[in-house]
């Protein structure tokens, strides 16, 4: 069975400046992940995927995440945050399997923007 | 709107009563998948259902609760008897593949519930 682990459930950060969220999974096989965002009381966006390949992926928004197999991790950044960049985002890893794109999520990661 | 549509987005429900939550996915998804939020918590998978099957229920409680996606209309997720505990947001999602894990979920905005 696969699991997620984002470290913080909140983070505060100042516009302007770097965002990083911590993502870690454990999984038997190699998984393929996923990071969503939520605004307030609205569903899930997709920022990034990996699945194969490149293991930094670039997203929308201006996010990217790196893939590190012997980290096992997942991490999120954004250069530079914006006012806008407040939301919920959440990790996610699903596997190869007979049966559909099952995400497993992490906890989230509540983002607070200060000017 | 060719989204993920869920209805009501918001239903109040009294102890005892039944809860109907609907999902109709994105046109040409014929995958739906059933997840929910309780307060301050990330999503747990509850439901993966194709027209007219139960793929995976693995995350359903064994009681009270019970989806559907019929072969027309939408898919439904039914509580029935609701506790207080069962207040949280629902969200469905949709998916055009089923088989290679890669894709990802397309996800409506939810259906959040409330016991009184």
């Known amino acids: 069975a696969q699991s997620v682990t984002q470290l913080g459930s909140h983070v505060s950060v100042s516009e302007g400046a770097l965002v990083l969220l911590r993502c870690n999974y454990s999984?038997?096989?190699?998984?393929?992940l996923f990071w969503y965002v939520q605004y307030p009381n609205q569903g899930l966006q997709l920022l990034l995927k990996?699945?194969?390949?490149?293991?930094l992926v670039k997203g929308i928004n201006g996010f990217e995440a790196e893939f590190k197999k012997s980290e096992t991790s997942f991490h999120l950044t954004k250069p530079s945050a914006h006012m806008s960049d407040a939301a919920e985002y959440f990790c996610?890893?699903?596997?190869?399997?007979?049966?559909?794109?099952?995400?497993?999520f992490g906890g989230g990661t509540r983002v607070l923007v200060k000017p | 709107n060719a989204g993920v549509m869920q209805n009501p987005r918001h239903l109040v429900r009294r102890r005892g009563q039944e809860a109907r939550l609907r999902c109709s996915p994105m046109?040409?998804?014929?995958?739906v998948y059933w997840y929910r939020q309780l307060p301050e918590e990330g999503l747990k998978f509850m439901v993966y259902?194709?027209?007219?099957?139960?793929?995976?229920e693995s995350g359903m409680p064994k009681e009270r609760f019970s989806a559907e996606f019929p072969k027309e209309g939408p898919s439904i997720l039914r509580i029935q008897q609701v506790v207080r505990g069962d207040s949280a947001a629902y969200f469905c999602?949709?998916?055009?593949?089923?088989?290679?894990?890669?894709?990802?979920?397309?996800f409506g905005e939810g259906s959040r519930l409330t016991v009184l």
């Open positions: 999602a949709s998916s055009p593949l089923g088989g290679s894990g890669t894709g990802e979920l397309f």
């Open positions: 999984s038997s096989v190699p998984p393929y």
């Open positions: 259902l194709q027209k007219e099957n139960i793929i995976d």
């Open positions: 996610a890893v699903s596997l190869i399997k007979a049966a559909g794109n099952k995400l497993t």
């Open positions: 990996y699945t194969t390949g490149a293991t």
């Open positions: 046109k040409g998804h014929s995958h």
